[in-house]
T-cell receptor, first 114, second 114 residues
Framework: EAGVVQSPRYKIIEKKQPVAFWCNPI?????LYWYRQNLGQGPELLIR????????DSQLPKDRFSAERLKGVDSTLKIQPAELGDSAVYLC????????????FGPGTRLTVT | GEDVEQSLFLSVREGDSSVINCTYT??????LYWYKQEPGAGLQLLTY?????DMKQDQRLTVLLNKKDKHLSLRIADTQTGDSAIYFC??????????????FGKGTKLSVIP
């Protein structure tokens, strides 16, 4: 069974530029999560989807961050414009809706904003 | 608010036992989790314990839960060099949007000396 796929693995951009991350969850997992992991920290939830519906985006900085999961499978997370403080690893995870604590993580996208 | 505390570093010799400790704050957490993160990778679920249990054993892993003190520990028997990684404790909590979420600690970096 394929795991959670994310791309790109690394991205370096200048501040004020836009950036997008893509995630393909495990087949059959209807819950998808985007996390941000700062250096030396644990992951912090940005947004959670149940199928195509964002059911928890309370921690997503909506002035510059947006996300979508149009067909309830793949998802993209966008930052526009990026700021220096956005440098982090962006992790995507998925789970069955009945076992939300048993999450499967992708390898992440390491974003560096210069 | 929810907070999960872990010591940041642990160093053990190969073949010894490792004990990673965690304290959490949300007494209503129904499940508590241990995740492992290897360099450049996403998090991998190791094990979890239901809040009405005080111990769970899974091969080399033993989880102990002291619900009164809100203390969780992970013991790895016969630690191997392949166990070198960052270990995250996570509690279940209710987000600002009223939905179930995981709150992670900052992680304990385990170094295994050959």
């Amino acid at each position: 069974e394929a795991g959670v796929v994310q791309s790109p693995r690394y991205k370096i951009i200048e501040k004020k530029q836009p950036v997008a991350f893509w995630c393909n969850p495990i087949s059959g997992h209807n819950t998808l999560y985007w996390y941000r992991q700062n250096l030396g920290q644990g992951p912090e939830l940005l947004i959670r989807y149940e199928n195509e519906e964002a059911v928890d985006d309370s921690q997503l900085p909506k002035d510059r961050f947006s996300a979508e999961r149009l067909k309830g499978v793949d998802s993209t997370l966008k930052i526009q414009p990026a700021e220096l403080g956005d440098s982090a690893v962006y992790l995507c995870a998925s789970s069955h809706s009945g076992t939300p604590g048993e999450q499967y993580f992708g390898p992440g996208t390491r974003l560096t904003v210069t | 608010g929810e907070d999960v505390e872990q010591s940041l570093f642990l160093s053990v010799r190969e073949g010894d036992s490792s004990v990673i400790n965690c304290t959490y704050t949300d007494s209503s957490s129904t499940y508590l989790y241990w995740y492992k993160q290897e360099p450049g990778a996403g998090l991998q679920l190791l094990t979890y314990i239901f809040s009405n249990m005080d111990m769970k054993q899974d091969q080399r892993l033993t989880v102990l839960l002291n619900k009164k003190d809100k203390h969780l520990s992970l013991r790895i028997a016969d630690t191997q060099t392949g166990d070198s990684a960052i270990y995250f404790c996570a509690e279940t909590s209710i987000s600002g949007a009223g939905s179930y979420q995981l709150t992670f600690g900052k992680g304990t970096k385990l170094s295994v000396i050959p």
